[in-house]
């Protein structure tokens, strides 16, 4: 069992940055490939970064390459997610997610654990 929870969400200006984190507790959070989702208002959850469990791989969304990067910390069972130069089109509820699987898959059917997600807001 795996717990996760959000932090770092907020209202910013468009070109601004944020850095969410993602704390787990549980066991194992190491062997997890982690995720970034996102979901604005009636729209599908899509995934914005992936990350293996090793931290070499990553995996990004078409929208967010060259201005968000995934890490992690696994000594400090943290997944973070940096965002530069930030538009309104990113304005949306952002999860971060657990799979115990290895293709930084796309679909949110597959992680197996959710934290309950921080709203981040960007003015134009």
């Known amino acids: 069992q795996v717990q996760l929870v959000e932090s770092g969400g907020g209202l910013v200006q468009a070109g601004d940055s944020l850095r969410l984190s993602c704390a787990a507790s549980?066991?194992?959070?190491?062997?997890?490939?982690m995720g970034w989702f996102r979901q604005a208002p009636g729209k599908e959850r899509e995934l914005v970064a992936a990350i293996t469990w090793t931290g070499t791989t990553t995996r990004y969304a078409d929208s967010v390459k060259g201005r968000f990067t995934i890490s992690r910390d696994n000594a400090k069972n943290t997944v973070y997610l940096q965002m530069n130069s930030l538009a309104p089109e990113d304005t949306a509820v952002y999860y971060c997610?657990?799979?115990?699987?290895?293709?930084?898959?796309?679909?949110?059917?597959?992680?197996?654990?959710w934290g309950q997600g921080t709203q981040v807001t960007v003015s134009s």
């Open positions: 549980g066991r194992s959070f190491s062997w997890y490939t």
């Open positions: 997610a657990a799979d115990r699987g290895v293709a930084m898959t796309n679909n949110p059917d597959a992680y197996d654990y």
